[in-house]
Nanobody, 121 residues
Framework: QVQLAESGGGLVQAGGSLRLSCAASGRFFSNYALGWFRQAPGKEREFVALITWDGNSTYYAASVKGRFTISRDNANNMGYLQMNNLKPEDTAVYYC??????????????WGQGTQVTVSS
């Protein structure tokens, strides 16, 4: 069993940066891939980025590639999403999730409660 809690969201101007954190509790966090998803009002939850259990591989949605960086610290049960050059279309609730590691939300077994990111133009 893994529990996840996101933090670090907020209001930022376009072009700014935020770093989201995902704190995990439970014994087996390092066994799972870590994913970040986001959901804007009226839209489906969409994949943002994932990192494999060992941190050796990452994968990004085309819309964030080159601007966002996912990382993890298994020793401290933490995951991160560094978001640079933010755009208004990045506004959404951001979720971290632990699972087998794919781009579909159904591939993830454990979810945090989400953190709001709002980018003003």
């Amino acid at each position: 069993q893994v529990q996840l809690a996101e933090s670090g969201g907020g209001l930022v101007q376009a072009g700014g940066s935020l770093r989201l954190s995902c704190a995990a509790s439970g014994r087996f966090f390092s066994n799972y891939a870590l994913g970040w998803f986001r959901q804007a009002p009226g839209k489906e939850r969409e994949f943002v980025a994932l990192i494999t259990w060992d941190g050796n591989s990452t994968y990004y949605a085309a819309s964030v590639k080159g601007r966002f960086t996912i990382s993890r610290d298994n020793a401290n049960n933490m995951g991160y999403l560094q978001m640079n050059n933010l755009k208004p279309e990045d506004t959404a609730v951001y979720y971290c999730a632990a699972g087998v590691g794919d781009t579909g939300p159904h591939e993830y077994d454990y979810w945090g409660q989400g953190t709001q990111v709002t980018v003003s133009s």
